[in-house]
């Protein structure tokens, strides 16, 4: 069992930014993807950024070039920068590790972010 913990999320007006953190209590490089997820009011969860191994990092298209996915692994922490906030960015953010073999995902406990017009 892993526990992952975010912190980072708050209020930010439309144009600022803001930096999560998820910690996780494991070793984050045994996943075979690590990623942010995001579920508005009354929406799905979608994606938002990942890290996979083997593949480029993914970013949604409504945030590209705005945010940016890193980890440090000797930290077992991931972040997401995210810059140039918009409204339409107001959700609960999940940060999430998964692998195949053996099969394994956990989830965070969401934080929230809330951008003001």
């Known amino acids: 069992q892993v526990q992952l913990v975010e912190s980072g999320g708050g209020l930010v007006q439309a144009g600022g930014s803001l930096r999560l953190s998820c910690t996780a209590s494991?070793?984050?490089?045994?996943?075979?993807?690590v990623g942010w997820y995001r579920q508005a009011p009354g929406k799905q969860r979608e994606s938002v950024a990942l890290?996979?191994?083997?593949?480029?990092?993914y970013y949604a298209d409504d945030v590209k070039g705005r945010f940016t996915i890193s980890r440090d692994s000797a930290k077992n922490t991931m972040y997401l920068q995210m810059n140039s906030l918009k409204p339409e960015d107001t959700a609960v953010y999940y940060c999430?590790?998964?692998?195949?073999?053996?099969?394994?995902?956990?989830w965070g406990q969401g934080t929230q972010v809330t951008v003001s017009s």
């Open positions: 494991g070793n984050i490089d045994h996943f075979d993807a």
């Open positions: 890290i996979r191994r083997g593949q480029w990092d």
């Open positions: 999430r590790v998964l692998s195949t073999f053996p099969s394994r995902d956990y």
